[in-house]
């Protein structure tokens, strides 16, 4: 079966061909970065112009990419939540259209599940249970994953989702959007034991907070105006990467599950790659990241969950898809 993946929750129009939901025959993204760069961060109405602009033209070369015709498709699957709601609907209404023009199901993936199967993508032998830890610009959580289709959100952000905090941040510094990349590349020439920046809600539970952080750095900045940028950043970046890994391994302790899948946006950053495996290998817990190339917002893995739902799941589809922009991945399947 080849699946057709669409994903416009946010600021990337992607698009992939899948084949019995493993083998990527193509994968393309569009990032909308310079489009956003001069608001300091995703303007809705601009991006889902842009996604209009961009989605059929997208479809057509991953076509072409992977040598295949529209009469080869059988399933398409489309994000429907959680994201902005214009550009989710431009990608539900196009995907809608391809259904019906060609006659084949359609089935709404939730943003949150595929980043999940990134993981599925790039380790199958690697199944569940797993804690998942998904971390990206718009999420933060902790869920629990006993087998893929089931998923119990344990743990999960108060406020800002990393990704977010980590934007603020940068803009704070005037390194323009989006400012994770910059912050990790200036962190790696910085100390990061420089600036004190607290960790919020380190001890208590499971749930996390960064606006308190993002907090702390506009006093600091105000108190002592020549921190070299490095070692704001190195400090900045290890205080979230401290906080995240500090809950991955407790909720993983937990709830007795020895495997750790990170996946979103973040999971690409470098420190986190260094600082989480070492950390959980100290209580022999295996963790496991995805190639940057799946952390990031694709399509590969949206059609991956569109497979396992219409083929194992048994989701028969549904043509009257809207968008849901807080859709909880909380008992999700």
Known sequence: MIVLGIETSCDETAVALLRDGREILSSLVYSQTDLHARYGGVMPEAASRDHLRKLPR?????????????????LVGVTYGPGLVGPLLVGISYASGVAVARDLPLVGVNHLAAHLFAHRLSEPEAEPPFLGLVVSGGHTLL????????????????????????????RLLGLGYPAGPKIGALAREGDPAAVPFPR????????????GLKTAAVYWLRDHPGTPPADLCASFLEAVVDVLSEKAVRAARRLSLSRIVVVGGVAANRRLREVLPERAQAWGLAVHFPPPELCTDNAAIVAACAHHRFTELACPGSLSLSPEPNLSLDGWS
């Open 143 to 170: 869920a629990a994953v006993p087998r893929w289709g089931e998923y119990k959100v344990v743990g999960t952000t108060r406020d800002d989702a990393a990704g977010e905090a980590l934007d603020k941040f940068g």
């Open 58 to 74: 997208l479809v057509d070369e991953a076509l072409a990419q992977a040598g295949l015709a529209w009469g080869d498709l059988g």
């Open 200 to 211: 919020p809600m380190l001890e208590s539970g499971l749930d996390m907070s960064f606006a």
